[in-house]
């Protein structure tokens, strides 16, 4: 037991520390969006839509901050070589550094799913109070809502007013209200983009089909840049007057509302505005700053110094970089542009058996001598 504490431990303290912050955010945003007066009337027409809605929304600017970390190359290569006073139990936890990024991944598909599924509910109901307020599907309309709701929809931007519900055609069709927005275009596409690079990236795609896997994960770049522009439109609005407008007690005397009135003037409304590029702006700097070291690396002159074909597929190549020294655990990125411009595969740095006391001194005196096995299609045309 004390050897799979020593072994397992930090790995599985970390994924509990990683599902209770996504825990924590959910119950924490759903239960503010439930509860909060602000949202009051917004829950009129919505119903638990709106909670369900937002509390995904958390966790995907929660996980969306961390889904970029663990590709940092040089970062997780820092951070390994900087805790040195740490076990090395708990240094080869980064080593994991992919597996936790698909972990991440899922996790962002699964509060995609609920998100978009809730808010494809909130705009049918949205379009629902638009068109004829007093047939809501989940409304007892004790103390005449349906007036309440009328009164509601019916507010726009003007003096004393501002609208809660973006929708203001009745009987229009929900898909061609909710691509007038801006988080609903870009939710297509990030959506959209999820999908394309989350099919490719399986098993039985990366090991046939790398290219498709490679070209396809670049996505990101839009899902990013739609991420980042998704809440500019901010349609769900909360209530800003709360201080002359109590909807506790104003919702009663929705006929009484105008901007005169002492104590129950027209409630106002507005958008909270993009919030996402507060969670991901650090973590896209930050990779950024990692493919312009990767690039200034991959400008760096390498020699082949001697290239074998052996049988059974095998490939032996010979290289010389200035300044190279190889450590344990590390692996190299073979790129070859007459097959692609684009493509970096990663090897391995091993010892062969019978190959060790040549391999030691290649790797000492800055070469490197690297064995290719034909498995892949790129490995199988390398050689050709």
Known sequence: MGDWLVNE???????????????????????????????????????????????PAACLNFNCLLILLPVCRNLISYLRGSCGCCRRSI???????????????????????????AHCYNLELLVAAQTDPYNLPFFSYANDTGGLISKLTSLQDGAGSTYINFVRVPNSDPIIEGLKTVAGVTG?????????????????????????????????????????????????????????????????????????????????????????WKW???????????????????????????????????????MKKRG????????IFLHCPSISRLEWHPFTLTSV????????????STGLLLLVIAKSVWCKVVGR
């Open 324 to 331: 190279f020294r190889m450590q344990a655990g590390q692996y």
């Open 91 to 117: 240094r080869r936890q980064l080593d994991k550094n992919i597996t936790f990024h698909r972990a991440v991944a899922y996790m962002i598909c699964l509060h995609t799913a609920i998100h978009f599924g």
């Open 353 to 364: 058996s019978h190959l060790v006391s040549a391999c030691c001194t290649l790797l000492h």
């Open 280 to 318: 991901v702006l650090a973590p896209m700097i930050l990779y950024v700053a990692e493919r312009c070291i990767r690039f200034y690396r991959s400008q760096q002159k390498v020699v082949i110094t001697k290239v074998v074909k052996h049988p059974s597929k095998v490939l032996e190549l010979q």
């Open 188 to 276: 297509v596409v990030i959506t959209l983009a999820l999908i394309v690079m989350v099919s490719s990236s399986t098993e039985v795609i990366r090991r046939s089909y790398f290219e498709v896997f490679w070209y396809t994960h670049h996505l990101f770049i839009i899902f990013f840049i739609g991420l980042v522009l998704h809440g500019i439109g901010g349609i769900v609005r909360g209530q800003t007057n709360l201080d002359v407008h109590d909807p506790a007690e104003c919702f009663k005397r929705y006929l009484e509302w105008s901007p005169d009135n002492g104590t129950c003037v027209t409630p106002q409304f507005q958008g909270g505005g993009a919030q996402t």
């Open 9 to 55: 431990g930090p790995k599985w303290l970390g994924l509990v520390l990683w599902f209770g912050i996504n825990i924590g955010l959910f119950v924490g945003y759903f239960l503010f969006y439930h509860q909060g007066p602000q949202f009051y009337y917004l829950r009129l027409l919505l119903g638990q839509g709106l909670a369900w809605a937002r509390a």
